[in-house]
C-alpha cells in the first residue's frame, strides 16, 4: 500500500467572542484537514490547527510522505522532522521548527492511523493497543466571552439558534453569567466536571466565579481554573489557598517550570500544566523541578498519537496524571482524541474540549454526540468518521472570505478593547 | 476475533559449559514456548525464560487471557498484571510478583503481535511503527567456558559436529582461548562487534582479555565486557581507566545506581546497564542519580515489544542510549527481537544474542541465518516463523527427561568447583 496524495485544505468555522489570556478569538477558528489517498482506495483524516505556517510545511512534505506505505509511522515521522527542523539558523528558530514540525506530524500521524485501522478493519483505538474504556467523559470547557455567536454573526446574535447554540450566544463576563453558561452547558451535554478558561479578569474576579460555581453546583462538581499562566507566583499562591478544597486541578496559573515548582510546593491543589511542560524535550526539567502533577496531553501539540500514548508511558513512569488539552477544533480531531482516550492507560480526568462551542462540522452525520458528559469510543473501522466534502467545501470557502490566515487574539481583542496589549504575567 | 486457547510448553535445549558471574551454565537452558490460538484460525507465538514460577503462572492466567481479542493488548496486560502482582504480602513479594508478571506478560505480548501482524497481513515491525532498519547488526558475544558443547554431551565433544558447532567446543578459560572463541565465531557469523561476559575471572584476567581482543581484531573492532556486577566501585574504576579508549561500553561493572552514578564520574567509558535500571519503577531512580549512559532493553524484562518500545521513548526523552540484552533462546524470541529492533527508531549498538550457542530449534526451517553479523527484518506477516511441532515435542521431551526445572548456575558450577559461592561484589 503506498500513500498517493497528500491534500491539506485549510477551513475556517464560526467560533464565539471567548476571551482568554492571548485576548479574544475571532469569528473564526482556523484548521486544516489533511487527507492521505493511497493506491488502494483507503484514505485516513487528519485536521491540525490552521496557520500558514503549518499550510506551507504540508506543501514541503509533500514528497516525503507521498509513496510511502503508512504503515512505516516512524519513517515518515522521522522524515517529516527532517525536512522541518533538519536544520535551523539558531536555537529559537529551532525550537519553532520543531513545534511547527510535531504539529503537522501529528495531522499525518493520525491520518496514518485512520488507514491502518481502516485497512485492519480495526477502529483506531484498537491499533494503539485497545479500549481500556468504551465511553470518554469530557469537561464543560466555560469561557468569558462577549454577546455573540462568531462567525457571520460577530458580535451579533443568531436569531433562529435554539437550545444551547441559543445560550452560547450570551455574554458571561462575571461570575453569574459563567454560572449561567455552566448551567446550560450542563443541561444540554451532562457534564460532569466543569473548566473555566481564567486569565482574562483580575484574580479576585475569577476566584470568585470558582466560588461562584461551587455554591451552584455543590461539592460533587469537579472544578478547574486555567489562567494561562498569566499570575505572578505571590498572586498563585494567594488565591490558590483560597481554592484549597474547590479546585480538582490547577492548570498553569504561573509561567515556567520553576515558578510551577515552587507553587507546587506552596499550596494543597494538584497543578496541572498545558504550557510549562509542553513536548518530551521539556519531560526532562519538569522532572528534575518537580513541576506539575498532571500532564494535559495534546496529540496535536505532543506530535500524534503515538507521541501522546508514549508520553502516558513516561507519565506512569515518573508519577504524573494525565489530563487532556484541546483547542477549537471539529469532528476529525474530536474522533481522534476520543479513540486516543479510549486507549489511554491511565486517563484521570475528564478531558478538555471545546467542541460545544463549534457548531459547524466536515464530517458526515453532523456533530457527534455528546450524551452524560461522554462519547462512545467508536467501533468502525479507523477513525469512524467520513468527510463531508460539501461541508469541506463550504468551510474552505468560510476561510477564503474571513481573511484570517492565522490566529491573532490580540488584534481580535483591540476591536473592543483598543490598545489592548497581551502580558505575559499580568497580576 | 477471539483467543480460544493458550498454551505453554516448556523445552530444554542444549546449551554449553558457558561461566558467568553466578555460576555455569547447565547443561539444557529453559525456555517455555507460549501459543495463543484465535478462532479465526490463526495463532500467534512467544517464548521467554524457562522456571517453574513462570510456567505456573500461565496456568494462572490463562482464565484472564483465553476469550479475549487479541487487538486488546492494554487490557490483556491489566488483567495479567493484576492477577499476578495485584497483591503481595510484603514489598520484597511485590517486586517478584512484578518482575514475573512482566516475563509472563512478555511471552503473551509478543503472541499478540503475531496473530496482530497475522491478521492484517504484516510483518510484527509493522505493527510496532515500521522499519526504520532492513538488517539488524548482533554483536558476538563471548563467554569464558568449559570444553564441550552441553546438552547430552555435558562437558564432552560432539565428535559428528563440524564449523562453528566444532567450535563452540572448545574451552575457552584465557585471553587466548577467548581470541580463538572470537575469531571462530567471527568467522562463521561475521560479527562486527565482541561482547565478553565477564564476572568469571579475577578483574586482572579479564583486563588482559580485552586487551588482547583488542590486539587480535585492532581498533575498528568495537568491544564491551558485562562484569556482571561482580566488581567493586574501586575495581571499576582501577579497571576502567585501563580500558579507556578500548571499550565501546561498559556493561554493569559494579552494583546499584547509586555505585555506578559514581564510577560514571569516575571514568571516561559510556556505562551500560541490563542490572542496575531494568524496569520503569526503576527509571525514576536512574535519571535521578544518572547511574548510566545506556540501556540494554529486553522484551522479556521489560514486559514485551510494546513496553521496549516505550522504553526507546524514554530513553530519547532523557538522554540515554538503547542497546540490546539477551539470555540463551531460540528462534521465536529471535525472531521478536529482530522485529522489535527494525523497529527501534534508535538503536545505538549492535544488539547482544546468545543465538549461535544454541544448537536446537523449535521453528520451521531450523535456525535463522546471521550473515555479515546481521539479520534481516522479516517481511513475512506476523513474526514470520512457524512452529516445528516434532521439534517443539522432542524439546519438550528433554525438558522432561532432563529434570531441570529452574535455572541454577551455581549448583552446576559446583559440579566443577565444589563448594562454589555467588559472591554479589566478588572483587
Not at 2 to 21: C, F, G, M, W, Y
Not at 317 to 322: A, D, E, I, P, S
Not at 371 to 394: F, I, N
Amino acid at each position: 500500500m503506498k500513500i498517493q496524495e497528500l491534500r491539506a485544505t485549510p477551513i475556517a468555522v464560526s467560533d464565539p467572542p471567548l476571551l482568554n489570556a492571548a485576548g479574544l478569538h475571532a469569528p473564526y477558528a482556523l484548521r486544516i484537514i489533511v487527507e492521505l489517498v493511497t493506491d488502494r482506495g483507503i484514505y485516513g483524516l487528519g485536521e491540525i490547527p490552521g496557520s500558514s505556517a503549518a499550510l506551507a510545511a504540508y506543501d514541503a512534505i509533500r514528497d516525503v510522505v507521498v509513496g510511502r506505505d503508512p504503515y512505516q509511522r516512524t519513517a515518515i515521522r522521522r522524515a517529516i522532522e527532517e525536512r522541518l527542523a533538519g536544520s535551523a539558523p539558531d536555537p529559537k528558530a529551532l525550537y519553532a521548527a520543531r513545534q511547527l514540525a510535531l504539529r503537522v506530524h501529528s495531522g499525518i500521524d493520525v491520518a496514518l492511523f485512520d488507514i491502518i485501522g481502516k485497512d485492519s478493519g480495526r477502529p483506531v483505538v484498537d491499533i494503539l493497543g485497545g479500549r481500556v474504556r468504551d465511553r470518554v467523559d469530557f469537561a464543560a470547557y466555560l469561557f468569558y466571552k462577549y454577546e455573540g455567536s462568531g462567525g457571520e454573526f460577530g458580535f451579533e446574535r443568531d436569531q433562529a439558534a435554539a437550545g444551547w447554540e441559543k445560550d452560547l450566544q450570551a455574554a458571561a463576563l462575571d461570575p453569574a453569567g459563567l454560572v449561567a453558561q455552566a448551567q446550560a452547558m450542563v443541561k444540554r451535554f451532562g457534564f460532569a466536571s466543569l473548566k473555566l478558561k481564567g486569565g482574562v479578569f483580575e484574580p479576585r474576579v475569577e476566584t470568585d466565579t470558582m466560588l461562584a460555581l461551587r455554591d451552584a453546583f455543590g461539592p460533587s462538581m469537579p472544578l478547574r481554573i486555567d489562567p494561562n499562566a498569566l499570575w505572578s507566583l505571590e498572586t498563585s499562591i494567594k488565591y490558590g489557598k483560597e481554592l484549597e478544597g474547590v479546585l480538582q486541578y490547577f492548570e498553569d496559573p504561573c509561567r515556567g517550570q520553576e515558578t510551577m515548582a515552587a507553587l507546587r510546593k506552596a499550596i494543597k491543589i494538584p497543578l496541572a500544566t498545558n504550557m510549562c511542560t509542553t513536548n518530551f524535550d521539556e519531560l526532562p526539567g519538569s522532572i528534575r523541578h518537580g513541576s506539575e502533577d498532571i500532564i494535559l496531553s495534546d496529540h496535536h501539540i505532543w506530535g500524534g498519537l503515538q507521541a501522546s500514548m508514549d508520553l502516558s508511558r513516561v507519565c506512569r513512569t515518573f508519577g504524573r496524571k494525565l489530563s487532556m488539552h484541546s483547542n477549537s477544533h471539529v469532528g476529525i480531531s474530536f474522533a481522534a482524541m476520543i479513540h486516543l482516550a479510549g486507549a489511554l492507560d491511565e486517563l484521570a480526568y475528564e478531558a478538555d474540549t471545546h467542541y460545544p462551542w463549534q457548531r459547524e462540522e466536515v464530517i458526515v452525520g453532523g456533530k457527534i454526540k455528546i450524551e452524560d458528559g461522554a462519547v462512545e469510543v467508536p467501533r468502525e473501522p479507523g477513525l469512524g468518521v467520513e468527510l463531508d466534502r460539501e461541508a469541506l467545501a463550504r468551510l474552505h470557502a468560510n476561510y477564503l472570505r474571513c481573511g484570517i490566515e492565522d490566529r491573532d487574539d490580540e488584534i481580535e481583542m483591540q476591536k473592543k478593547v483598543p490598545g489592548w496589549k497581551f502580558q505575559a504575567t499580568r497580576w
